[in-house]
């Protein structure tokens, strides 16, 4: 006899693969809990497959996508393993009411008022316009245009392109593109999932949470950058304007650290 609750053996329950994903990315349960606000025994009873903390099966779902998304996992697939599990099923969301051209024809126009001032003052700044332009003083006839002043001849002939464009600054690095005296780091979540945690010199916490794909922050101080990084492989490291490459290996967890001036320069 099998139990509704009870994985397949070539699939890990939902509660398992939770934390094999959590430790993987190198979290601790309350590092998970302070960036999803999921209170950490709710936490712990999910990874034990435990769902009675939850309050029902909609805030179980809940929860167990929002836990995914912090460790780096697609959440749908665990939602319907457990639907599957628990014999329930996946509600999707509610589709807004469209309104239908009938009903919005229906309704009377009214006369626009507002409009049609707007367009009689448009035509009387117009004609105004003409008038002054062509010098037509409204019998058909139109004055002389003013003849070139001297100052203005002498400006058009006296003004020639150079001969030498300006060539830029051989001595320009990547470099100077970050703010003198400060230290200045992108990390751009190029390869995928991974999950970031950025301090500055006082410890006091910059960002917390996973980047998806093609997400990117970026962090500056006076001092110092420190930064912890769940899935290096996936995150691309620009700092004080040098591309630094990924920042480790896929599914590696690495801490570095970043002061003014030249990264390459130790």
Known sequence: MSLGNTPTEDRPSVGHALAQARIAAGLSIDEVSTSTRVRVPIVQSIEQDDFSRCGGDVYARGHIRTLARAVGLDP?????????????????APVAPVYSA?????????????????????????????TAFTGDDGNGAKADPAPPTPSSTKASTTQTPSPHPPTPDPTGSAIAAAPPGKVTVK?????????????????????????????????????????????????????????????GDDGQVVRLTYTPGDPTQG
């Open 102 to 130: 009938e009903k919005i024809r229906s309704e009377p126009r009214r006369p626009n008022w507002t409009a049609a001032m707007v367009a009689a003052i448009v035509a009387v700044i117009g004609f105004v316009g003409y």
């Open 76 to 92: 749908e697939p665990l939602v319907a393993q457990y639907a599957s599990e628990h014999g329930t099923e996946v509600v999707p």
């Open 187 to 247: 990390i751009s979540a190029e390869g995928g999932v991974s999950w970031v945690q950025a301090t500055d010199h006082n410890g006091k916490r910059l960002f917390q949470g996973s980047l998806k794909k093609g997400d990117s922050q970026t962090f500056t101080d006076d001092k110092k950058i420190k930064l912890v990084v769940g899935n290096a492989g996936a995150v691309q490291m620009f700092v004080n304007g040098k591309d630094l490459g990924p920042a």
